[in-house]
């Protein structure tokens, strides 16, 4: 089969790998339907994390069931599935506390022992404690929006329940990336009164203003703070929540948090050093990390498939997965925010 | 009147002062009925915060109100009050919030604004934003957890509020100082079913016991992690409360948190630098911050009056106000645990 493999800084390909095969009795094989690249994707595109050439890469992606280990018992061949970004046993006590991106058991996606999301098939470890399926093959249209649930719907969900979004809060979510939008749909659903993304990019601002952003605050670090400042009275947000990871972001995200609130992070943090002296005085604390994407994909697929949130518009390139390497450049090059694949 | 003033490090003295008198209607002057040294005047004790010489020291007291201004409404002349450690207008959003901590006019007890409770008498602002009163003048044997509740008692309380303890939980309390041991009472009273303190003093771990510590961890660093392991199947505590403030103090909370779980911090942070990347990979949170103990000061003595709780049990030394030199003495050497002081 063909999978995306990694080589070089900005030099991702399309290759010739062996097909996927049933190891061990909690394996499930799968042709997927979707897959997608990540922000995270970038750092090693970039050159700014470490490459081991022709590695895989990619960890988003839905598909079908093909074909189950012999222990597996809650997925079945002909099933359509959404894959988190990490493997879980589903029965360790960090996956029973719903911290399945703890599991004591962990495989990440696109790594040696489960493949990636950027190919035609794919092996996965502990597919009962992993995969969810969808009750019936759900519609094309459809497809976009539960892609985003394997990472990034669930990354943004993730952030502001750790910021502890309540109904009538003033939302501030910094980062206008796909994981930023989906934190602004997450807090509009939660019930968040005003929602404040700060974004700089038109494109950007207009999903955000889709998914329920009823400020958009396009200046950037004390301009920024000021601004929503103003917009509350010099109180802060009730809940901010941080999806980019530059010290940057974080120091924004500080700024505008009121008194007693939390700052929901997702972002993978690079060189941040927290304001422990801020935090302290200002009584503001930090939560979140490693989205356990699997603990929400039961609410947040049934969300999706009652139509009652349409994440999947984060997506605005659709290639064929021959033209990965043009993904990769156009999420690069900021010409798209997030890279939808089909085999 | 007479009040504690310091002059240079390792020198406190019993100085003479201006009597303290109504300057604005919100005001109220107090006879102070006892006070006490805390963790956080032996920093500049030990010259390790900046000092003003000749400036006034101690921020926590009880005693008897004696004359208030013309708008207060909320206490009145011969109430017995709490004094928190810093004075809130009660009125803005954030003490509205409950985090009177950081009232938008919040003026330190112990400062040029409001006198410190080492001393004879004292001034306070915002009277009614600030002080609770109790309903009779107490037992003269409930003076010392009246006192506590001006600071350390809703220290602890505080560290155990922003770590989340639940019932059931296991808890590790990092730092056997007075407010680590009122963390402690504040976990068993929230109900916690494992109370693990990590202490070397066998005073402190006989205390830690009596407010119903579980266990007692004597090892440091790497080994109390190993113990806290140990005790949780590799799992860590489902809660951590930092007393201390330290780096090293900060490292072994992180290293004891189970994934999800929160650390309460509440020690004044002195060069800790936060690892954010470890607080990333196991979702573990970070909470807390100076304390609004005024928010808690209603629970907490109707908690002492009706004996459910005896924090004053941290009080090792009673000291006359005279020898006030000697209380910081017994702290600084660490042959007491806190000082009491009675004019």
């Not at 359509?80 to 029965?91: E, K, W």
């Not at 399926?133 to 539960?146: F, G, H, Q, R, Y």
């Not at 969900?157 to 930023?180: I, M």
Request: charged share 20%; glycine share 12%.
């Amino acid at each position: 089969m063909r999978a995306t493999t990694i080589h070089a800084p900005f030099d991702v390909r399309l290759s010739e790998v062996p097909d996927p095969v049933i190891e061990d009795p909690t394996d499930a094989v799968i042709e997927i339907v979707a897959g997608c690249i990540c922000g995270s994707d970038l750092w090693p595109y970039r050159g700014e994390n470490k490459i081991t050439p022709g590695s895989r890469i990619g960890h988003e992606y839905v598909g079908i069931v093909r074909e189950v280990g012999a222990d597996v018992r809650t997925v079945k061949p002909g099933d359509f599935v959404v894959t988190p970004f990490v493997a879980s046993d589903g029965t360790c006590p960090n996956c029973l506390a719903g911290y399945q991106s703890v599991c004591q058991n962990i495989v990440g996606i696109g790594g040696p022992r489960a493949d990636g999301g950027q190919g035609e098939w794919a092996k996965v470890p502990y597919a009962d404690g992993t995969l969810v399926a969808t009750p019936d093959v759900p519609d094309d249209a459809l497809i976009p929006s539960l892609l985003t649930l394997s990472d990034v719907m669930g990354t943004g969900w993730h952030a502001a329940r750790a910021a502890r979004v309540e109904p009538g809060h003033t939302v501030v979510v910094v980062g206008d990336g796909a994981v930023g939008l989906c934190g602004v749909l997450s807090a509009v659903r939660m019930g968040a009164e005003r929602v404040v993304a700060l974004s700089r990019h038109e494109s950007r601002q207009k999903i955000a203003k889709e998914f329920g952003a009823t400020h958009i605050i396009a200046e950037r670090g004390d301009a920024a703070r000021d601004a929503v400042l103003e917009l509350t009275d010099g109180v802060g947000a009730d809940a901010v929540l941080e999806c980019v990871g530059t010290d940057q972001s974080f120091k924004t995200a500080f700024a505008v948090a009121r008194a007693g609130s939390t700052v929901g992070f997702v972002g993978v943090p690079h060189g941040v050093e927290i304001p422990i002296g801020r935090m302290f005085g200002k009584n503001v604390g930090l939560a979140g990390g490693v989205a356990p994407v699997r603990a929400y994909l039961p609410e947040l697929m049934a969300d999706v498939l009652a139509g009652e949130i349409n994440p999947g518009l984060v997506f605005d390139l659709e290639l064929p997965l021959a033209d990965v390497a043009e993904g990769y450049k156009a999420m690069h090059e900021r010409r798209a925010i997030k890279t939808l694949l089909r085999p």
